[in-house]
């Protein structure tokens, strides 16, 4: 059913290139067998609308987006050259589609929520939030900056985020003291009243 003449497999991606539809994939194949999977449904809306908007692409670009949409790794080379065509942003290995795409395919709130809050935004949101409750905890913190973060970042990774902005407003910014350590401490603006300030 799926071999024709020695171009089966060419046909089968050419199809689903057509449908807009993720490529078939050998991902889930071992050392003892082959396992081809065939998507009958979209992965990312984005990649989707890309190949809608863009059918001049090549195939082996339209190959490597799907590689990105599936979070699959690509080559240094590759993504250099997804760049050049402006169709991908992000750090490795977080890449996402781009600006410029998600324009013109009316995507812009998925980019919004693949880049992420810009540093600064998210330290006024944590400036005004403690302005206005006075204290949080660093779980508090945590689930209230995950959420504008990259999409494409993994759980740890945006909880690594989230110290490293905390660390920066205390320690350079001077903006927020931390009071206590471990679970038990808490976060809270500088109000220019002496405090004793502690690492977390």
């Known amino acids: 059913m799926i071999d024709t003449m020695g171009y089966g497999i060419h046909a089968m991606t050419m199809a689903q290139r057509k449908r807009y539809f993720p490529l078939p994939d050998y991902g889930k194949s071992t050392a003892s067998k082959v396992v081809l999977e065939i998507f009958g449904h979209t992965i990312d809306e984005n990649y989707s609308l890309l190949l809608l908007e863009r059918q001049d692409l090549a195939i082996d670009t339209v190959i490597l987006l799907d590689r990105v949409q599936k979070r699959l790794a690509i080559t240094d080379d590759a993504a250099a050259h997804l760049r050049r065509e402006k169709l991908i942003e992000g750090r490795k290995p977080n890449y996402y589609v781009s600006a410029q795409i998600a324009a013109t395919t009316g995507t812009q709130a998925a980019y919004t929520r693949n880049r992420g809050l ?3 935004a998210l330290k006024q949101f944590v400036l005004e939030h ?54 038990a401490a808490t976060w809270r603006r500088v109000d220019g009243q002496s405090s004793k300030k502690q690492k977390c």
Do not use: H, W, Y
Not at 149 to 178: F, H, W, Y
């Open 118 to 120: 810009q540093k600064e």
């Open 130 to 183: 403690l302005g206005k409750f006075g204290t949080a905890s660093r779980e508090k913190l945590d689930t209230l900056l995950m959420d504008m973060l990259p999409a494409g970042l993994g759980e740890q990774q945006k909880r690594n985020k989230v110290k490293n902005l905390l660390t920066e407003m205390r320690a350079l910014d001077r903006s927020i003291i931390c009071e206590g350590r471990g679970p």
